[in-house]
């Protein structure tokens, strides 16, 4: 078991790193890059700003505004991973802390604290997320993590505090947490040899579902606010070429079978982990 718990970081380490040494991959300037175009540059000056085929020294054709196509693809796909993914690890990180820190408390204490973070959760999402996503494109500087930061303390925590709270309120009932406590151990220790460990394993499987539900509902949003953000390039923008229609299937439908393969891949994860996670941390 504690070589798949390895394995489990290091292809998560192998992971993150990969997203955050991408640009460096799609860039003219760069002597590590893989594919040579930057995709916030303009090859070719568009008729009637329509976009162009593919060619040899374009393989998926130009936007547009005469834009590769190609390494807007694989930086969108990055952005729109790394913006999810860095909102959901964050989201659960809030959530825990402060789900076992009420999950602790009395029992009365506990539902009046809880009442107010429920009426923060009535507060439709997608209208916070609108208006996160208009104030940072208006920003020079358009911070991936910034923006996924503002959106887990705004509301992302809600969910992964009722689940950490409720784990909470179990475990520190069970049997053999009072036996640590009749045996000597402090609150801390309890915390961290005993809630947190089965908090994480219920969490686990959670959080590839909350950053699949999170990557659909950002590149929608970025579907529905029609904004070119040309430093930022995300899935949602080249979906917006659906309105031209048909006639344009092969630039929209790239990026629809992307967001399907990363649902796929991330429901299949979470139904992994919902199986053996518990394993592996109490191993």
């Known amino acids: 078991m504690y070589k798949f718990k390895k394995l489990y970081v290091i292809a998560l380490g192998i992971f993150i790193s990969f997203l955050m040494i991408t640009p460096k991959l799609i860039n003219e300037g760069s002597k590590f890059a893989i594919y040579k175009k930057d995709p916030n540059k303009t090859y070719i000056q568009t008729i009637n700003k329509l976009p162009q085929t593919p060619t040899a020294s374009h393989p998926l054709g130009t936007d547009k505004m005469g834009r590769d196509i190609l390494a807007r693809l694989i930086l969108a796909t990055r952005n729109s991973i790394l913006l999810a993914f860095s909102y959901a ?20 204490t506990c539902l009046i604290i809880s009442k107010p973070i429920e009426a923060l959760q009535t507060i439709p999402f997608s209208y916070i997320l609108m208006l996160i996503f208009y104030y940072f494109a208006k920003q020079k500087n358009y911070n991936i993590l910034e923006v996924s930061f503002t959106l887990a303390l705004i509301h992302g925590w809600i969910k992964f505090s009722f689940i950490t709270r409720n784990n909470t309120l179990l475990i520190k009932n069970l049997d053999y947490v009072h036996a640590s406590k009749i045996m000597g151990a402090n609150q801390f220790r309890i915390i961290i040899h005993h809630i947190f460990p089965e908090v994480l394993a219920s969490i686990s499987s959670i959080i590839p579902l ?72 109490s191993s």
Do not use: C
Request: a positive charge; glycine letters at 6%.
């Open 89 to 108: 690890a964050i989201s659960a990180i809030i959530g825990i802390f402060i789900g076992i820190i009420i999950g602790n408390l009395k029992f009365k």
């Open 210 to 281: 909350q950053i699949s539900k999170s990557l659909t509902t950002f590149e929608v949003i970025n579907f529905l606010q029609h904004k070119d953000k040309s430093s930022y390039p995300s899935l949602g923008e080249l979906l917006g070429y659906i309105e031209m229609g048909r006639e344009y299937f092969w630039i929209w439908a790239k990026p629809l079978i992307i967001l399907l393969i990363i649902n796929i891949i991330l429901t299949s994860i979470s139904l992994k982990l919902k199986k053996h996670m518990k394993y592996f941390i």
